[in-house]
């Protein structure tokens, strides 16, 4: 079964661009999270979708948005960059609840200039 | 709040040395806890996922154990080898029944060396 995907692996972009990242789970997994990982934040989680619907969202300014597919598929979007969002974006699937075995796909590396 | 804390934050043993990893948490009111590893630059890698009606999961060379009273749980990992140099991490979700988050340790870096 092939696992979580996100594209693109590797991203440049400048202050005030906006980017969106995407993330595919792996099949059959319904619930989607999204963390952002930096060497001084660790790793701090962005939203949760199931269903198209999201059901969770943590500390992050209105600039970084989400959704989910009818396939599952989920997409992140951060507006307006600024130097600080440069990080290390995981996303994680889970069959349903959240609560089980979370498979990390291998992120995308922003870099904002 | 949950908080969840690892020590050390980084550890250098030579290869074929057993070794403890430790994570605790501040809310014993835990559905599981998961161990993962990470790579340099790379994704998260599940290694084990302890049930909170549970005491200890295997996996190989390692084996983690979970003490929810004191809120604690750690990684063993037996006769380490150069491979096994990564970042550890240990992460608890976060539950209320409809949402759910993984609240994450601040890692351990361990090397394993020749």
């Known amino acids: 079964k092939a696992g979580v995907t996100q594209t693109p692996r590797y991203l440049i972009k400048t202050r005030g661009q906006q980017v969106t990242l995407s993330c595919s789970p792996i099949?059959?997994?319904?619930?989607v999270s999204w963390y952002q990982q930096t060497p001084g934040q660790g790793l701090q989680f962005l939203f949760e979708?199931?269903?198209?619907?999201?059901?969770n969202k943590g500390n992050f300014p209105g600039r970084f948005s989400g959704r989910q597919f009818s396939n599952s598929r989920s997409e992140m979007n951060v507006s307006t960059l600024e130097l600080g969002d440069s990080a290390l974006y995981l996303c994680?699937?889970?069959?349903?609840?959240?609560?089980?075995?979370?498979?990390f796909g291998p992120g995308t590396r922003l870099l904002v200039l | 709040k949950q908080e969840v804390t690892q020590i050390p934050a980084a550890l250098s043993v030579p290869e074929g040395e057993n070794l403890v990893l430790n994570c605790s948490f501040t809310?014993?009111?835990?559905?599981?806890l998961q161990w993962f590893r990470q790579d340099p630059g790379k994704g998260l890698t599940s290694l084990l996922l302890?049930?909170?009606?549970?005491r200890e999961q295997t996996s190989g060379r390692l084996n983690a154990s979970l003490d929810k009273s004191s809120g604690r749980s750690t990684l063993y990992i037996a006769a380490s080898q150069p491979g096994d140099s990564a970042t550890y991490l240990c992460?608890?979700?976060?539950?209320?029944?409809?949402?759910?988050?993984?609240?994450f340790g601040t890692g351990t870096r361990l090397q394993v060396t020749l």
């Open positions: 302890i049930q909170s009606s549970q």
């Open positions: 979708y199931f269903s198209e619907t999201q059901r």
């Open positions: 099949s059959g997994h319904r619930s």
């Open positions: 809310d014993s009111a835990i559905y599981n």
């Open positions: 994680a699937s889970s069959l349903a609840k959240g609560i089980e075995t979370q498979y």
């Open positions: 992460a608890v979700p976060d539950f209320t029944g409809t949402a759910s988050k993984l609240t």
